[in-house]
């Protein structure tokens, strides 16, 4: 198990590394680029990975839960049962994502842009979602209670079976 507690990894560039199960809690990666890598188990709980982009990457089971991640690409990676609870996401992307199982409470995509996103049995209850571009997604059994989604676009989105009791859509 490879451990990264605490540590600067700024601009870090990782091509078809093996990070599964790593410990980055409140590592620096900002502005780091992973490739192809296997970061399944991940611990990046309250880490810094600001515009840090993750490429056709496979992240399951990681822990973001209360990183920043102002402008992180997520882009084609598999995100299944990933926690971002509590994370500042503002200008995230999520782009053509697959997001099952996903914990967003009370997190903040704020202008977050999650085209194409495949968002099934997606916790985000209380989460702040303003503004949030949700185009052309397929969001299935999840749950937005109490989220805020004002000023959110859902163009062309497929909700099925989704729960947006006491969300706030103006």
């Known amino acids: 198990k490879v451990v990264f507690r605490s540590a600067l990894l700024q601009g870090l560039d990782a091509v078809r590394v093996n990070l599964r199960s790593a410990n980055l809690r409140k590592a620096d990666a900002t502005g780091a680029r992973f490739s192809r890598s296997d ?96 185009n052309h997604a397929t969001i299935f059994k999840c749950s937005f209670r109490g989220a805020n989604l004002q000023s959110a676009s859902l163009q062309r989105a497929r909700l099925i079976d989704d729960d947006f009791s006491g969300a706030d859509l103006t």
């Open 39 to 134: 970061l399944c188990g991940l611990n990046g709980k309250e880490a810094k990975l600001d515009k840090a982009i993750f490429r056709h990457c496979h992240c399951m089971d990681a822990d973001f839960a209360g990183a920043s991640m102002e402008g992180t690409h997520f882009e084609e990676a598999n995100l299944s049962n990933v926690s971002f609870a509590g994370a500042a996401m503002t200008r995230a992307k999520l782009t053509r994502a697959e997001l099952h199982n996903v914990d967003f409470s009370d997190a903040r995509l704020t202008y977050a842009l999650m085209f194409g996103a495949n968002l099934v049995s997606a916790k985000c209850d209380n989460a702040d979602l303003r503004f949030v571009k949700l």
